[in-house]
């Protein structure tokens, strides 16, 4: 009777699983500040990949890190060809050809600086950038990536990718925005996890305050009509309340980003012996669904999916 009338549903495929792709082989290093997250080689990725579409899970986001000393002030090392989230991309495809590959695009964790565009005297600058992560979402897509995610918040950036896509053969790529993405103090295990803290200032320039749900709202539609495809709330907890605003506001596919600080606060819970994590975890992301999230990018994909491959 509960299963008949139940309302919100919680499946594997309504998951997305955020892999941390670093240079080389052989690679698979626990993030300390995410415990059961690892930084993966290519191959690891890969490997990392099939276990997770055996147990369920079909949908995978990339993030990636240059080599030791190959920041620079442009983060080019994003747009590289032979870099560490291209070669994962193809290492996917040939081990999970059936799944989802979507890809980060941002250059915070690229540049000397840390920051997510090209700085000018002091300042992002926010034109100057748009190229930029133009020619690094052309790079994923010529790679195989299946979707591509602006993370960057700048502004016009959607519709700069989705010209460039078109012009490189790709019209039919999607583009899913970071569109409500707020300047959180939920993103710290993930800034370790990427080494992307910024070396001066903070985020708050480009990213949304916390405290403007109306603003998220005219966020999202900016990158509709720039040619978003999917539309994308983070974090998630904190900001239930934008992600049902967003999901009446529109039909395009939803997104909710279950950052890495609500992940970390559950296992440091889970490891104090104040909860049990992955109970914790069913009822977060239920809670997210129920909030209007078509999909969830979560941390806690591959143990979700078993626990509900038992029930």
Request: with cysteine; proline share 6%.
């Amino acid at each position: 009777m509960r299963d008949l009338v139940r309302e919100t549903d919680l499946l594997p495929r309504h998951l997305i699983y955020p892999l941390f792709i670093v240079p080389g082989s052989g690679l698979r290093r626990e993030i300390q500040a995410l415990p059961g997250q690892f930084h993966l080689s290519p191959d690891e990725a890969a490997a990392e990949a099939a276990a997770a579409r055996a147990e369920g899970v079909g949908s995978f986001l990339l993030f990636g890190r240059p080599p030791e000393g190959g920041k620079d002030p442009q983060g080019s090392g994003a747009w590289d060809e032979r870099g560490a989230v291209q070669q994962a991309v193809r290492a996917l495809r040939a081990a999970v050809p059936e799944s989802l590959l979507i890809t980060d695009v941002c250059l915070c964790a690229y540049t000397d600086h840390g920051h997510c565009g090209v700085v000018r005297g002091g300042d992002v600058d926010n034109d100057a950038t748009l190229p930029l992560l133009a020619r690094t979402a052309v790079s994923h897509a010529d790679a195989g990536a299946d979707v591509v995610a602006p993370s960057d918040m700048m502004d016009g950036r959607v519709g700069a990718i989705r010209s460039a896509l078109d012009a490189a053969g790709h019209p039919h790529v999607p583009v899913l925005a970071y569109a409500a993405k707020f300047a959180s103090g939920f993103y710290g295990p993930f800034r370790e996890a990427e080494d992307s803290p910024p070396a001066f200032g903070d985020r708050r320039s480009y990213q949304l305050d916390p405290g403007n749900a109306r603003q998220a709202l005219a966020e999202v539609a900016l990158d509709l009509a720039e040619g978003a495809d999917m539309v994308m709330v983070k974090p998630a907890l904190g900001y239930l309340d934008v992600l049902a605003a967003v999901r009446a506001a529109t039909t395009a596919p939803l997104v909710a980003y279950n950052v890495s600080g609500e992940y970390a606060m559950v296992r440091a819970a889970e490891r104090a012996g104040w909860a049990d994590g992955t109970a914790l975890a069913l009822e977060i992301l239920t809670g997210i669904r129920r909030a209007g999230a078509d999909a969830v990018i979560t941390y806690h994909a591959r143990e979700v999916a078993r626990a509900l491959g038992r029930r």
